[in-house]
């Protein structure tokens, strides 16, 4: 709850920008501070991978919900910010790790993220580049896996 319709953000990373940026929207008048350059710190150098099967099962609805944000984002701020929907693979080596996958892919498929499981022959064939030490892997469809590849509009370049 708001008590009053002036708030400062401490932190011009994402989480700073998009805080101010919503509450902005909703008419709150927002000043964000930040002790050096807006967006070069944890923001401006990952690695801008916004993948949804490495999620807690709580956090996937949210985590599909900001994904649709980050899909608005030419609207949200004026640039596509190098939004791309590319698909994903999450791989296990041992039987340990499978199991561990599998149990992942059942619990992310019954939340509602398109995945697609492949063993053995089938990895290679979708992922000819990985060892054949990978023995399954779970893979996110494309609407549910993005990167951003670029921000051409922010200070930082270093966001691969
Ligand atoms: C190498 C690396 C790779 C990553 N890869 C991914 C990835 O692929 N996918 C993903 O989802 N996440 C990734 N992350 C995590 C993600 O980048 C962070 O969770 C996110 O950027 C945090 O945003 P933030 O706004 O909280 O922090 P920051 O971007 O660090 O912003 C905090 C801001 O607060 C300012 N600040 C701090 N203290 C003060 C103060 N006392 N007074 C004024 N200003 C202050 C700082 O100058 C900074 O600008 C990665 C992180 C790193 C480091």
Do not use: Y
């Not at 985590?63 to 608005?72: F, V």
């Amino acid at each position: 709850m708001l008590l009053s319709n002036r708030t400062t953000i401490i932190g011009a990373g994402s989480l700073g920008l998009f805080t101010a940026l919503w509450l902005a929207r909703r008419g709150e008048r927002v000043t964000v501070l930040d002790k050096g350059t807006p967006m070069r710190e944890a923001s401006g150098v990952n690695a801008g991978s916004l993948g949804v099967q490495n999620k807690l099962l709580p956090l996937v609805p949210m985590t599909l919900g900001a994904l649709e944000h980050w899909a608005a984002a030419r609207e949200l701020v004026g640039d596509d910010v190098g939004f791309d929907r590319i698909g994903g693979l999450r791989i296990a080596t041992d039987e340990r790790e499978v199991t561990l996958l599998r149990k992942g892919f059942e619990g992310q498929s019954a939340a509602g993220v398109k995945l697609e499981w492949l063993e053995g022959a089938a990895v290679r064939e979708r992922a000819p580049f990985l060892s054949p030490e990978i023995r399954a892997a779970k893979a996110v469809l494309a609407s549910h896996h993005t990167a951003l590849s670029s921000s051409p509009s922010w200070p930082s370049s270093s966001s691969p």
